[in-house]
């Protein structure tokens, strides 16, 4: 099997490319260069050189904030490109796989959100995810739409890094205490991406670690963890402050826990709790020189 990854430099891209081509699967991971979401031309090119029988889209426009005032970027990268990526994918007969995210709800509910939950996006960047949602199943109706939140990983940028670099440089740290998810370990999810294309599957799926926490908690686990993992932890303490207090561009879902019930159905997929994944992840990044 040929799986073609893009954003393969990031932090989900990597550790999904590692993960398929330690199955033996051949990956093809094309640089920015090669593969640029905001040309068009470029899509259709690579996808007629390679013809790839998976194409796994981790590449996205990310910055939150920044969209506000960046949407038409936004939108194209995250609403036009996965559009012609899977119209591309269609006419070489292969699947694809989106990876989508929690953003696409407008974190008002109390439960957690199911596939068949109204989608109500607060934000730019979540209204763009979800348009490029929509532009991939209406181009290929057998594809997969992931949803995922709270991702972290040894590679890129993410929250668990810059509260590990704040705590060792002993700055204070503040983080909001009333939004809630499910934090996700990327290794975590690129193992359930491997499960997804070895059943064949296609539709919506929601996929994150076991267990929910709010931001402030979770940074709380990261420090806790971090000392334990052989970090040199000068802050200990996170103050708890309320979302009304950390005023941002984007407004944030308050409540961003997934339903998981349909992918956890699927025989081989493991959802860790997401404490146990945390530790695993400062572990394996205490090892890692240049990865902080």
């Known amino acids: 099997m040929k799986v073609l990854v893009t954003g393969g430099n990031g932090q989900l891209g990597h550790d999904v490319a590692s993960v398929l081509q330690a199955s033996g699967v051949q990956v093809i991971a094309p640089p920015l260069l090669e593969l640029d979401f905001t040309a068009p031309a470029s899509i259709d090119a690579v996808i007629a050189k390679h013809r790839p029988d998976w194409v796994i889209n981790c590449a996205a426009y990310t910055q939150v904030d920044k969209a506000e005032s960046e949407a038409d970027t936004a939108f194209a990268v995250n609403r036009d490109a996965p559009g012609q990526l899977a119209r591309a994918v269609a006419g070489t007969g292969g699947r694809l796989l989106q990876v989508s995210t929690d953003f696409v709800f407008d974190g008002k509910a109390s439960e957690p959100y199911a596939e068949s939950s109204p989608a109500q996006p607060l934000s730019v960047y ?167």
């Open 126 to 292: 979540g209204r763009s995810k979800l348009a490029g949602e929509q532009a991939v199943m209406e181009a290929l109706p057998n594809a997969i739409i992931l949803r995922t939140a709270w991702l972290y990983g040894v590679n890129g940028h993410n929250f668990v890094k810059t509260m590990l670099r704040l705590a060792i440089a002993g700055k204070p740290l503040r983080v909001v205490d009333d939004q809630v998810g499910s934090p996700t370990w990327t290794m975590d999810l690129a193992k359930a991406i491997a499960v997804l294309l070895d059943t064949n599957a296609c539709g919506l799926f929601h996929y994150t670690n076991a267990g929910q926490i709010s931001w402030h908690g979770f940074a709380s686990a990261i420090l806790a963890e971090a000392a334990g993992a052989g970090f040199e932890i000068k802050t200990r303490e996170v103050e708890p402050i309320p979302t009304s207090n950390y005023p941002t561009p984007a407004e944030r879902p308050a409540y961003s826990v997934l339903d998981t019930g349909r992918i956890s159905a699927l025989p081989g997929i493991q959802r860790p709790a997401w404490r146990d994944s945390l530790k695993k992840m400062l572990e394996e990044l205490h090892t890692c020189e240049d990865c902080l």
